[in-house]
Every structure is written in C-alpha cells, then in structure tokens.
C-alpha cells in the first residue's frame, strides 16, 4: 500500500513516535511519501531514519491512504489538499484535544500496525460547499463550519438568514456558524451549539455572541439550501472555511449546500464515538477521586 504522511509542524519530542511510524511503516512494507516541507522538518532531525528520495511538492500524490501528522488543524489542513480524490485519512495526535487526529502518538506501533492490515472502519464525512462571488483561492468547501464574521473590533454584524428560499431570521451578532456534525465538537461548541454524532444527516446554525437571549442554536437537515446575506457599518465582514479567511464586502449573497463529495476518515475498530467524547470531555469521570 502507498501511504501518504502530511505535518505541518515537528518537534523532536515525538522523535520517537515517529520513528515508530516509520518503523511500523516499513515492516508492512508499505511505498511511502512524504509532504516535501514535512520532510524538510523531518530531514533536519538527524536522529531520526528517514526513507530516501519520497518527498512530493504538490497535492497531486496518488496513495491509498493519508497519515495527518499533528492536531485537528493539520487534519483540516490534510483534508483540503486530499480534496475530492476519496483518499482515506488517518489523523495521528502530536497535538492537543484531536476529535479529528485521534490516534494516539503514545500507541503508534500496535494501533497503526493494526490498522495495516485491514482493521479499520471509513467514516464519511460531510462537508458544505459556499457559493459566493469574489472568493479568490479560498476553497469553498468546509469539513469543520462555514462563520460569517465582523471584521476586528467592528460592531456586530446582521445576517438575514433564509433557508430552501423562505426567510427565516436576522442574525444580530458578532458572527453565525453553521457547522458540519464533524464541526459540531469545534468553533460551534464554544458557541453553545449542540454536539452531533459523527453520521448525522444535519448542519447546525450557532449564532455568535447574539444580541438578542432568545435567538438560540438551531439544527436543521444538511440538504436544504441555506443563503445568507450580511449588511454592518463597515462594509465589510469575513468569510472562513474552517479557519480559512477571504474579506467580503456587504450586501452579497453567500449561498451554502452539502457538498457532492465526503472526506473519508480511518478509524481502528475499537473506536467509538461515545469512547471520544468520555475521554476528550471527561464525561463520566468520577468527580471525587
């Protein structure tokens, strides 16, 4: 199998478990390439024993699965560059929370060497696609949330929202939302929005610090069309796709649908959703000990 392995950032304190992955890699005598200024920060660990002559440049890499070295961040970061292609993706956590890259680091040699050889499950994930004028080089698809946001400190926003054509409120607030069930667990929790399972059919609309009490997160189903338009005294807001920024002026419309593809993402077969959320929430834990 060919296998692909994507980083942003490397520090020698995961020297080890890199090693591990290498070493694990090749007993399975599995073709590996890496991301060429991924492997510039490997090659520079002399410590570590790195394949010769496997760094590629672009996002044009064919492999049969990718290994997203890092934190969600990076994972998002894997998602945009495997795109459409259907590429399985294995987030490894060298960072923090990880909903996404959840494969521990401290566990690479018997969890990776077990889903080598075939047991593992694909979830597909959902992403929304943005239809909008004057997006530039932004990539209009979002794994995590699409947010309409104020620009700095500006004063807050109006997002007139409709949904499948009928209007349905105006968003007073510093910012609106609507994130993807992988979503549910990122920007959109911090917003008071609702955690979805992983399969859920649905989007969720999580306004932004909101002027109003009574406006409240909504979830609705991922195949209506949402259209959003926003006015503010600046003139002016932003537009990001999972952390991904383009200035817009106001007054446009910004149309969002699911988009046709998903991101498959690997998960061991001892994996579990509820196991997740116990262990990166700490639900369950007994408050006394």
Known sequence: MKVAILGKQYNTLHRDAMQQLFDTLTIHKNEIVIEESFYNMLHKDTSLQLPDNCSVTDNNFDAQMALSIGGDGTFLETALRIGNRGIPILGINTGHLGFLADLSSNDIRTSLSDILQGNYNIEKRSLLQVDADNLG??????????????QDSASMISVRTSIDGEYFNTYQADGLLIATPTGSTAYALSAGGPILVPQAANWVLAPVAP??????????????????QVSCRTGKFLLSCDGRSVKMKAGQIITLRKAPFTINVVKGNNHSFSKTLRNKLMWGVDKRD
């Open 137 to 150: 080089a932004l990539w209009p698809y979002a794994l995590n949330e699409v947010a309409i946001l104020k």
């Open 211 to 228: 002027h109003s009490f009574t406006v409240r997160p909504l979830v609705v189903n991922d195949d209506v069309v949402i259209t959003l």
